[in-house]
């Protein structure tokens, strides 16, 4: 949503929940986000696609079949119930996304196996959003002032941030070079961040490791920065190929160096040993790892170089074109009427025709009349929203004021010397306040101009 109010495309968001069927009036295409099948979307979709609205359905994970969701490990040791309420609502996301005109995803494994699913599906990485640029670029300042304080790093910290306990697995994988990292370094540390439990093979290490629970999305840049090596193991399923990249660019962003499985999204955007690490099998890891803790210069210089690369092509803006010249091409034609009234006379009749063509043809319409409260004209098959000029007049009026003038938060450009490189700078967005009004609607009975 972001990335389309940044190509000037005006949004608003529902929970999936809280939607109405009539709200499919109101707008020209919807993105559909993750939900699942309700009878209130399947009446929306229906509605949309009767009028030549496109539905896109946008998804980050293979959640939408549980032939992929079978091969998380730790959905096995759920109860029988919650296992089945979990598969339902796997297979209610896949019966929607079969509606839907086209899927939106962030990478191609994902999109390769969304392709069986919809017609077409655009691939849209993954991306900081303009807060997460901020609370990094924060915590970043904060941390480059503290190593310049503390000088070289007596103790290294590794970092490990699951999110949810269906990354055990993951974990578990390199558990084996964790016990061998943390008994041969004294120095070293582990933090372990998200709703897992400490693997019982590393209890010995108690004292060398930090478990915390499941930290907001807000707080997590300041958790990362905390740590010098961040890790991202995957084991190596369909369903993990097709993961994103996003923990190597939540780490780029506070300048902590990557160490991530060799697979997906991980193989085809870090650069191994450019700006991150890459790692094979448990001798990879153990090898490179050790690289890491050993030489802080070549830590250093990576998440760098890793910073400049996702601070400049993993925001907002730099995606923003790409989807919104997609979206266009795929929005259909638009059109809207005109008409005094919706009374059937010789001359709307014939413009009523005219709509009826237009759909038939593909394309979108709308009715706008200058009086009436009708708020649709049915015609056999077709549906056309009808927005009253009369009644919509002030409203809108309000609406546009609102959205225009009201005081907001706004994103502001600011260039932000690269951290490590002299006389290099970026853009980072600072956010600053604009706009306000005050608007008093009155009744005036009668005006002159003498």
């Known amino acids: 949503m972001e990335q389309l109010e940044a190509g000037g495309y005006t949004c608003d968001t529902v929970y999936f929940q809280e939607l109405k069927p009539w709200m499919v009036r109101c707008y020209g295409a919807f993105v559909i986000f993750r939900c699942p099948m309700t009878d209130t979307l399947r009446e929306f979709a229906t509605m949309a696609k009767q009028m030549n609205k496109p539905l896109w359905y946008d998804v980050d994970d293979l959640v939408i079949d549980t032939k992929y969701t079978d091969q998380i490990p730790f959905l096995d040791r759920m109860q029988p119930e919650e296992r089945q309420a979990y598969d339902q609502n796997v297979r209610n996301m896949g019966e929607l996304l079969s509606l839907c005109d086209a899927a939106v995803t962030t990478t191609a494994a994902l999109a390769e196996e969304l392709k069986q699913y919809v017609p077409e599906v655009l691939i849209n990485r993954n991306c900081a959003s303009d807060e997460m640029l901020l609370l990094s670029e924060a915590v970043l300042k904060e941390k480059q002032k503290k190593n310049e304080a503390d000088g070289t790093a007596k103790k290294v910290r590794l970092g490990y941030f699951s999110g949810s306990a269906t990354h055990l697995d993951d974990i578990e994988m390199i558990v084996p070079v964790l016990k061998q990292l943390l008994g041969k370094n004294p120095n070293l540390e582990l933090l372990i961040v998200g709703i897992l439990e400490l693997p019982v093979e590393l209890k010995l290490f108690a004292s060398q490791i930090q478990m915390e629970g499941f930290v907001d999305y807000q707080k997590l840049p300041e958790r ?194 690269m951290g490590g490189a002299s006389n290099v700078y970026t853009s980072f967005p600072m956010e600053v306040t604009v706009g306000g009004a005050t608007v008093f609607v009155l009744t005036v009975d009668q005006f002159m101009k003498l």
């Open 224 to 417: 990362i920065a905390s740590v010098d090596i961040n890790l991202a193991p995957l084991t190596d399923t369909i369903f993990n190929r097709a993961k994103s990249e996003n923990k190597w660019v939540e780490a780029a962003l506070v300048q902590t160096v990557t160490a991530a499985s060799n697979l997906g999204a991980f193989a085809e955007m870090v650069q191994d040993g450019e700006d991150g690490v890459l790692c094979r099998d448990e001798a990879e890891w153990l090898e490179k790892l050790q690289w890491l803790i050993d030489d802080e210069p070549a830590r250093k210089a990576i998440a760098g170089r890793a910073y400049g690369r996702c601070s400049r092509e993993c925001v907002t803006i730099f995606h923003a074109t790409g989807i919104c010249e997609w979206v266009e091409r795929h929005w259909n034609l638009r059109c809207a009427f005109v008409l005094p009234a919706m009374e059937i006379s010789g001359g709307i009749r014939v413009a009523l025709l005219h709509a009826e063509m237009l759909v038939k043809a593909g394309a979108q319409v709308s009715l706008f009349t200058l009086e009436g409260e009708a708020e649709w004209y049915h015609e056999g098959d077709f549906h056309f929203p009808v927005l009253s000029a009369e009644r919509e007049k002030l409203q809108g009026t309000l609406d546009i004021i609102e959205k225009v003038c009201k005081s907001r938060k706004q994103m502001a450009a600011s260039p932000t010397p």
